[in-house]
């Protein structure tokens, strides 16, 4: 295509142009993959038990610590800020084992662990 072909009225360029005269390009939006007869991904199971959880908690996660195939589904831990402080270090942190069935619905959870933000753990 010519420079004046491009700059034609109504025709739009697959890549809309920056100021700086490259063109962004978006990647394009896949389906989640699934794992064995339909069940979700890793990246999605993963998703799928951080919005669940909060859904149930009404607090969001802070971060989705682990995550494993379990035999019939996915099993997680979710940290979750539970109570706020200033310094953020001393805001207390809890821990849930959350368990997904094979089509990425919350099962169960509990909570596993209660900790300071700012708290390492030591291997003895």
């Keep these: 295509m010519t420079a004046a072909e491009s700059a034609r009225p109504g025709r739009a360029s697959p890549h809309p142009a920056r100021e700086d005269g490259e063109r962004e390009r978006k990647a394009p939006r896949r ?4 794992r064995r007869s339909g069940t979700p991904g890793a990246a999605a199971a993963m998703r799928a ?3 669940q959880l909060a859904e149930l908690l009404g607090r969001f996660p802070d971060s989705v610590s682990s995550l494993k195939p379990a035999e019939d589904g996915w ?12 310094p953020d270090t001393t805001s207390v942190m809890a821990s849930y084992r959350v368990a997904l069935d094979e089509e990425g619905e919350l099962i169960s ?7 300071s933000r700012g708290m390492i ?3 003895t």
């Design 121 to 123: 753990d030591r291997q």
């Design 49 to 51: 038990a951080a919005e």
């Design 75 to 86: 099993e997680a831990q979710v940290e979750v800020v539970e109570l706020e402080r200033i």
């Design 31 to 34: 389906p989640a993959p699934r």
């Design 109 to 115: 959870y509990e909570r596993t662990r209660r900790y």
